[in-house]
């Protein structure tokens, strides 16, 4: 008998987590105005809100926090850390951050100006707001593909050539880089193959524009090009991770994702002129350049973590158990988007609640259900995470309404899996009886997605 593919860790230490009543679950989410962001946690039963900052560190990585130097300046933490990002991802020059977004305001104070376009795959929602925050413009040039969820096609992360030439051509003395997220959060935690990051590189050079990767996710893209691309079968994690930002000039990194950390990020970059001007805005908004709002504990878990992430078995183990969950949800007939991502289920909501009208915010509404239906908190990748035109204050509606369940690293068994997909079923079943969704009664002027407040209609 073959035997059966199971997770590359064992479990050391527990968190408890507590079931509610559904009539518990009705009062808190009325409570918290319908936002999900407003639960608290302890009344979360599993929680897919996010996989950022929310996985197991390992017993390596605990202890290197123990190995912290809290040296303000020059600390061997700093050293360890950048180090690694030198050896794994190949840059000369490393600016720590406390998160993701904080390496794009960095980064994107030197870059971005007034009236700029930065083309790229489907922008993250933190990229977009420090974009459009500089009154410049994000311009989406992923592959008509992307937008189909039910094509499975391997690369939906992919950059769309002929739309990327359009706008370097046609305004390329406005583009001060072109940016590739990998993986490609918005549309679906989907990878960029490495064919297109070099098509892309070669664009670059021709119009001589710099290129960004926004990397949160750049481990499970890498896992993806092994088991996906043609002649990469052979290579290792490591050798794919470096060719994939061997095409790049500089990287923004959420250390949260793909670091397995709970909280840090850093920029990484080959130009010194480049790294001396970040430095000055690294020091006003992060802290000194060998720190940079962490904690020398926290340099140590990432540096650490950077190798746990590019093992191959630690990859294998991740993403299986997101395709655990998404066969049993295309099992039971839920509409999804296909192939499944590295790091998320994306649940197509326009296709499950086909009776709730767009201005009512489909996949919000499922969430909510969901959230009722059995503890589970998802999150809303639709048209109150597309905000409004910055211009024209209009709501923006996507191509895609999406309930997006995150899967925290090393965190959850397959059990809860289980029970998320039966918590769907259930949903499922009832869907023509869903009709109507929600309105919004309040809203930040940017990034209105964490604070919104919801009413029932
Ligand atoms: C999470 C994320 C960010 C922002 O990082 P934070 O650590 O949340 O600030 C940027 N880009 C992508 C693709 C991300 O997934």
């Known amino acids: ?137 994000a311009v989406d040039c992923t592959i008509d593909e992307a937008f189909d969820t039910t094509l499975a096609h391997p690369f939906k992360g992919n950059i769309d050539l002929v739309k990327l030439e359009k706008v370097l051509a046609e305004n390329g003395d406005r583009v001060p880089f072109i940016i590739f997220t990998i993986t490609c959060n918005s549309s679906g935690g989907q990878p960029v193959s490495l064919a297109n990051m070099k098509a892309v590189r070669q664009l670059a050079d021709k119009y001589g524009k710099k290129i960004v990767m926004d990397s949160a996710r750049f481990a499970e893209n890498a896992y993806f090009i092994k088991v996906r691309e043609d002649g990469c079968q052979n290579k290792s994690i490591r050798e794919i991770v470096k060719e994939m930002f061997s095409y790049a000039d500089a990287i923004t990194m959420s250390a949260k994702k793909d670091a397995i950390v709970n909280i840090g990020g850093f920029i990484a970059m080959r130009d010194k002129d480049l790294f001396d001007k970040a430095s000055v805005f690294e020091i006003i908004y992060e802290g000194y350049i060998t720190y940079g709002g962490l904690a020398g504990r926290d340099l140590n878990a990432i540096a650490r973590g950077l190798y746990e992430a590019t093992e191959f078995d630690y990859l294998e183990t991740r993403v299986r158990q997101v395709e655990y969950l998404g066969n049993k949800l295309m099992a039971m007939g839920i509409p999804i988007q296909q192939p499944v991502g590295g790091h998320a289920i994306f649940v197509d909501a326009k296709r499950f609640l086909p009776n709730v009208r767009k201005e009512e915010f489909v996949a919000q509404t499922l969430a909510v259900h969901l959230y009722v239906e059995a503890g589970v908190r998802g999150v809303e990748i639709g048209a109150i995470l597309a905000d409004r035109d910055p211009v024209t204050r209009e709501n923006r509606y996507p191509e895609l309404e999406l309930m997006r369940l995150a899967i925290p690293r090393r965190v959850y068994t397959n059990n809860h899996m289980d029970v998320v997909a039966a918590g769907l079923k259930n949903i499922w079943d009832r869907r023509s009886t869903i009709k109507t969704g929600f309105k919004i009664v309040r809203e930040a002027p940017i990034m209105r997605h964490f604070t919104v407040e919801l009413e029932k209609i």
């Open 1 to 137: 008998m073959e035997l059966p593919f199971a997770e590359s860790f064992r479990i050391k230490m527990v968190e408890p987590i507590r079931r509610t009543t559904r009539a518990e679950r009705e009062q808190f989410i009325r409570e918290a105005k319908f936002n999900l962001f407003n639960l608290k946690s302890a009344n979360v039963f599993i929680d897919l809100l996010t996989d950022s900052g929310t996985g197991a560190m390992s017993d390596r990585q605990w202890s290197e926090m123990m190995l912290g130097d809290e040296s303000y300046a020059g600390a061997s933490s700093f050293f360890k850390f950048r180090d690694a990002i030198r050896d794994i991802m190949g840059f000369e020059y490393v600016l720590p951050c406390h998160q993701g977004r904080a390496a794009e305001n960095v980064l994107f104070s030197v870059l971005v100006k007034e009236g700029h376009l930065v083309p790229g795959n489907s922008h993250f929602d933190t990229t977009k707001g420090h974009i459009e925050f500089r009154k410049a413009k």
